[in-house]
């Protein structure tokens, strides 16, 4: 079968270095999934969303890649920065229209300079 | 600017006690939510609200009240009945699709 990226809970990596995040959805009927940055102590932000009929989409520094076949969505920053780190989290809505979403655990991210 | 703003950002509760925590959201957003988070772990659903007056429960609503009184309010009661409530509580809107847009936190401890 096709290999995909484990879920880590925690993620090190050097200051210029490319960072992947993976995250394991639960529900086939999910369309919607987004990827979101929580730094400490505060909410999360939006980062960048995907809708379940692509595959791929870019953003500034960052790509986020959907694989249905195996329900798993990950996160690709470029270049990472010191001001990446932070607690990343995927989100899935099942329901689109209903805008409620299932949260994985997420992944914390630590850039080292 | 537009945002969500929660209040207060850190409460303190005595056992027994009910406490009241504030969402006001000047997005013109038409759906809002409550998420508790739990340290190292992911955000879980306790209320939400697709439009005024209308709110349904998520997947850890028990000992927890809300109310949808205006389009731009969504306040959370933690009831004495929560037997676990000290946790970090995020507030949440969006309009009826799309991302969500949260709040800086209302960080509760049950002294």
């Known amino acids: 079968g096709e290999s995909v990226g484990l879920h880590l809970p925690t993620l090190s990596v050097q200051e210029g270095d490319n960072s992947i995040i993976n995250c394991a959805y639960s529900?086939?009927?999910?369309?919607?999934f987004i990827w979101y940055k929580q730094e400490s102590g505060k909410g999360p932000q939006f980062i960048i969303d995907i809708r379940s009929n692509m595959d791929k989409r870019q953003g500034q520094r960052v790509t986020v890649l959907l694989n249905k076949t195996v329900k798993h969505l990950s996160l690709q920053i470029a270049a990472t920065q010191p001001g990446d780190s932070a607690v990343y989290f995927c989100?899935?809505?099942?329901?689109?229209?209903?805008?409620?979403?299932?949260f994985g655990d997420g992944t914390t991210l630590t850039v080292k300079p | 600017d537009g945002g969500i703003t929660q209040s207060p950002k850190y409460l303190f509760r005595k056992e027994g006690q009910n406490v009241t925590l504030s969402c006001e959201q000047n997005?013109?957003?038409?759906?809002m939510y409550w998420y508790r988070q739990d340290p190292g772990q992911g955000l879980r659903l306790i209320y939400y609200?697709?439009?005024?007056?209308?709110?349904q429960k998520g997947d850890i609503a028990e000992g927890y009240s809300v109310s949808r009184e205006k389009k731009e309010s969504f306040p959370l009661t933690v009831t004495s009945a929560q037997k676990n409530p000290t946790a970090f509580y995020l507030c949440?809107?969006?309009?009826?699709?799309?991302?969500?847009?949260f709040g800086e936190g209302s960080r509760l401890t049950v002294l």
């Open positions: 997005l013109n957003h038409d759906a």
């Open positions: 989100a899935e809505n099942i329901d689109t229209n209903a805008g409620k979403s299932t």
């Open positions: 529900n086939s009927a999910s369309d919607y």
């Open positions: 949440a809107s969006s309009f009826f699709t799309g991302e969500l847009f």
């Open positions: 609200s697709q439009i005024v007056n209308d709110f």
